[in-house]
């Protein structure tokens, strides 16, 4: 890893009708972390932030919505997962990222080519 180091917000669905379908998209953004961290940059997943706080009561959703467009507005580019499009949250995250203008990135190539610039 070399400085300055890149951070990349991972957005993808958490929400959904089972507990095998939160777990899956949890590892998704897992996968896309360690995929991120391979690439040189820091991966910033949300799903695993906040794993546990909300379903359980513990932190208000809308505190964890706050939170999670706060760190990403401290992020240098998002990387959209599959199935972003359904889910209201990361909806908000990229109309975040685009006013704010952080480069957003549907697949790991698209990031990589921008991570060697």
């Known amino acids: 890893m070399i400085f300055p180091i890149k951070l990349v917000y991972v957005a993808g669905p958490i929400h959904a009708a089972t507990p095998e379908e939160v777990t899956a998209h949890i590892d998704q953004g897992r996968a896309a972390g360690v995929e991120i961290w391979q690439l040189g940059a820091v991966a910033v ?3 695993l932030n906040t794993l546990n706080m909300y379903s359980h009561d513990h932190v208000p959703k809308a505190d964890i919505y706050l ?3 706060e760190i ?3 992020c240098d580019a998002m990387l959209l997962l599959d199935g972003w499009e359904s889910s209201q949250g990361v909806n908000y995250e990229v109309a975040w990222a685009k006013h704010r203008k952080i480069p957003i990135f549907h ?3 698209e990031l990589r080519k921008w991570l060697n610039l």
């Open 72 to 74: 990403l507005n401290r």
């Open 45 to 47: 997943v949300p799903h």
């Open 67 to 69: 939170g999670d467009l």
């Open 107 to 109: 697949d790991l190539d």
